[in-house]
């Protein structure tokens, strides 16, 4: 812990409600994260056979999206803080850059599942599969929505060193997004 | 405990994704063998924690937040070992 921080007084980065719904989704997908885990011990043959027609290059590039936006997200809270609103403005663009490259990337993957015939019924593999990761891209198109709307608003100059709390509260968001995704990629995609 | 500046952070997590990627196409994961699970999830475990203490700044926030989100990682990345213990 540097020396600045061991006299300042514990604080939570953003809006309390928001740290509240981020313990119930965490919640509600370690709860199903489990799920898979311990319905795979039921048939691990067929959730190996099923995970080796995943896209492995896909999962990897969406990891990267997701934690380059989560980066990004830090610069452009950090620079606000510093008053400088236009670099926050910039670094609030690529995370949502980033965002929406995984919204791209993860729709083609869909869409491929769709096209070889698979939906909810073909296996428990592929039940937890579009379930796991379609429930987290609502979260990521929910997350991109929050940063739209943050962007907009710093922008138009409403937030700087004396007011940052909107932007810490949407930042604890995107971060859950990219937390769920570092545990969803190995269990799903790397795990075969 | 360890700590970085968000560029070196985001380097390092990225750096960790491809060893994991590596992992994967390697061919060395699912034959039974506890070792990949371990270095994997254990890879991941410590890109959570990047994420909780440094991206979230739970580690200047107070210690039943920092300790719940920490809790949640180590809670849910051990059930999973366990999982795939039971299921070699």
Request: charged share 10%; net charge neutral; with cysteine.
């Amino acid at each position: 812990m540097d020396k600045g921080a061991m006299f300042e007084s514990p604080r939570l980065a953003g809006d309390l409600a928001v740290w509240l719904i981020i313990l119930a989704e965490m919640l509600a997908f370690g709860i199903l994260f489990l799920s898979y885990a311990f319905a795979r011990t039921f048939d691990v043959v067929l959730f190996n056979a099923s995970q080796r027609t995943l896209d492995l290059n896909s999962g990897v590039i969406n990891t990267a999206l997701l934690i380059t936006g989560s980066w990004c997200v830090v610069r452009a809270v950090q620079a606000v803080k510093k008053d400088a609103s236009a670099a926050g403005s910039r670094w609030l663009l690529a995370a949502l850059a980033c965002g929406s490259g995984f919204v791209v990337n993860k729709l083609l993957e869909f869409s491929a599942t769709a096209q070889a015939g698979i939906d909810l019924s073909t296996n428990t593999f592929y039940m937890f599969y579009i379930l796991l990761t379609g429930f987290h891209f609502f979260h990521v198109l929910a997350a991109m929505v929050f940063l739209t709307i943050l962007l907009v608003k710093t922008r138009a100059g409403h937030y700087g060193s004396r007011e940052f709390h909107a932007l810490e509260t949407g930042a604890a968001f995107w971060h859950m997004v990219d937390l769920l995704w570092i545990v969803l990629f190995p269990l799903i995609y790397v795990m075969r | 405990m360890f700590k970085f500046s968000s560029n070196t952070l985001w380097l390092l997590l990225l750096m960790a994704t491809g060893f994991t990627y590596w992992l994967g196409e390697s061919g060395q994961v699912g034959h039974g063998s506890m070792v990949p699970v371990f270095l994997i999830f254990g890879v991941s475990f410590f890109k959570g924690l990047g994420v909780i203490l440094d991206f979230m700044d739970l580690r200047h926030a107070p210690v039943l937040w920092r300790n719940l989100l920490m809790g949640w990682l180590v809670f849910v990345v051990g059930m999973i070992l366990l999982a795939y213990w039971i299921g070699q």
